[in-house]
């Protein structure tokens, strides 16, 4: 099966810089992704890392090491709107939808 | 209307009830999903549908029952639940299943509550 951990709570203050550790274990892998809700709000969708290094949106960026089984998503520049839940979801080779974490709640705090 | 949108936004219903939730994307999507939200889990992947055909059913119960009569309508029908049913229900879209761009387009879900 699969399994993804990652911290339930992170706070930070605006302004800084935070990142989020993303561990998971599937049969087969394909990519890891990177989600945010805020609160009475939909999931949108971050990032995605099919291959391993760092890609950059922004002041988000999100990092794969395959042979790891690990990711992680950076937030800079923090800002108040960037509190929130953010889950990181594989893509395996075995099912036919996102496998997701139980999420991160970052709280940015003045 | 853009998205996917989903109505109701909040339903309280007893434990002897029939309703349906309803999903419609305006993306020209063709696969859909439901996923189950509850307070610190993750989020739980009920059912799969790609060109309007089921093709994962993740062990969900039976007094959980989808329809897919389009590509761009998802349903899901609920009878006799259960109080630890109450959450968020999700529906989310791609184009493909599990798309190559690890992207769903989520809407902002029902929340449901069971007496």
């Known amino acids: 099966g699969q399994s993804l951990e990652q911290p339930s709570e992170v706070t930070a203050v605006e302004g800084a810089i935070v990142q989020i550790n993303c561990t998971y274990q599937?049969?087969?892998?394909?990519?890891l992704s990177w989600y945010q809700q805020h609160d009475g709000g939909a999931p949108t969708f971050l990032s995605y890392n099919g291959l391993d290094g760092l890609e950059e949106t922004g002041r988000f960026s999100s990092f794969l090491s395959r042979s790891d089984s690990y990711g992680y998503l950076l937030l800079q520049e923090l800002q108040m709107k960037d509190s929130a839940s953010y889950f990181c979801?594989?893509?395996?080779?075995?099912?036919?939808?996102?496998?997701f974490g139980s999420g991160t709640r970052l709280q940015v705090q003045p | 209307e853009t998205g996917v949108t989903q109505t109701p936004r909040h339903l309280v219903m007893g434990m002897t009830n029939k309703k349906s939730l309803k999903c419609e994307q305006h993306?020209?999507?063709?696969?859909m999903y439901w996923y189950k939200q509850s307070a610190k889990k993750p989020l739980e992947l009920m059912f799969v549908?790609?060109?309007?055909?089921?093709?994962e059913n993740n062990s969900v119960p039976s007094r959980f029952s989808p329809e897919c009569p389009n590509s761009s309508h998802l349903f899901l029908h609920l009878h006799t639940l259960q109080p630890e049913d109450s959450a968020l229900y999700l529906c989310a879209s791609s184009q493909g299943t599990a798309p190559n761009t690890g992207e769903l387009f989520f809407g902002e879900g029902s929340r449901l509550t069971v007496l």
């Open positions: 993306l020209g999507h063709n696969a």
């Open positions: 549908y790609s060109l309007e055909e089921r093709v």
């Open positions: 979801a594989v893509r395996d080779t075995g099912r036919r939808a996102l496998t």
């Open positions: 599937t049969s087969g892998f394909y990519g």
